[in-house]
């Protein structure tokens, strides 16, 4: 009898014990369904979000599902050169001055936008984000004044403009274009994470962590850090389409990718010598980034209404 006494007792402590931690982890559970039940509750978001996913297909398993994948790198044949859109089933956006697949370009022309985008928020994310928690936990100090001033020494400075001057003094190079993208874009994510934790301060969470002898570091990471979730991840978001369109722009001038890369910047500048006679060498690779654009604009401000919401 005391045995089973104590396999019962036993059973019912590990039974008020999951019940203890289904409890504490509702909050988050309850949280991400509300949010995503906002989310989902807009049709525009959706179809952002379906966009975004194929994008991400095309980028990674592109070379798959292309019909040609040879015209990705050096290839040529003259004899189809030029062949009008939805005019040959084995063309159905046309073929380029090469003889090469429009349609296949364009498709694994996702690839190298989605890998600049990638590498650039990679390393402009975190990055700003430090800055921005570290000038924001230390605010009104030499730290503050001393971080932020040197943020707005990139930012009064025109993206573009920065872009060009780095990559025009350096060999034209995918990673070149990246890095003078990340060096002009982190400044942005200083100062929203700066302003996020200048309004987050003086909450009581913030205080209680303080008396309790927390360590900065944890105040800053574990406690202030997870309450900018939501502006710092729509603001990645919605710069996926920026980076492409600087990403592009330093492709159309020539200081990106170089041929015969399918860079979707460099097929508009490529095409765009044959207009108006050749359209869609051009026209479809500018369509796809629009298309990129307009999805991940789309699925940003979905997820900016989801979290502001749910911290109503």
Known sequence: MAEHDTEGEISEEKIEKLIGEEKEQSPWKDSLKRRWYRFSRNPLSLVGLGIAIITIFLAI???????????????????????????????????????????????????YAMTMVVVVLTLVVPSGVVVGLVAGYHKDTWVDTLLMRFSDIFIAVPPLVLALSITAMLEPDPLYAMLAISLMWWPWYARI????????????????????????????????????????????????GWVIII?????????????PTPDLGTMVADGAAWLPDYW?????????????ILGFNLLGDGIQDAFEEGSQ
Request: aromatic content about 16%; glycine content about 8%; some cysteine.
């Open 61 to 111: 398993f592109g070379w798959l599902v292309v019909p040609y994948p040879e015209h990705g790198g050096y290839f040529s044949n003259y004899p189809d050169a030029f062949i009008e859109p939805f005019r040959d089933a084995s063309y159905i956006f046309g073929t380029d001055e090469y003889g090469r697949d429009v349609l296949t370009r364009t498709i694994l022309g996702f690839r």
């Open 193 to 240: 994470a700066y302003n996020n934790v200048s309004s987050l301060i003086n909450e009581e969470f913030v205080r209680s962590a303080e008396i309790m002898g927390d360590s900065k570091l944890h105040i800053m990471f574990s406690e202030i850090l997870p309450n900018c979730t939501g502006a710092i991840l729509t603001k990645a978001t919605l710069d996926v």
């Open 280 to 292: 869609w060498p051009s026209i479809f690779p500018a369509i796809a980034i629009s298309f990129i």
């Open 247 to 259: 990403g592009a722009s330093l492709s159309f001038l020539g200081l990106g990718a170089q041929a």
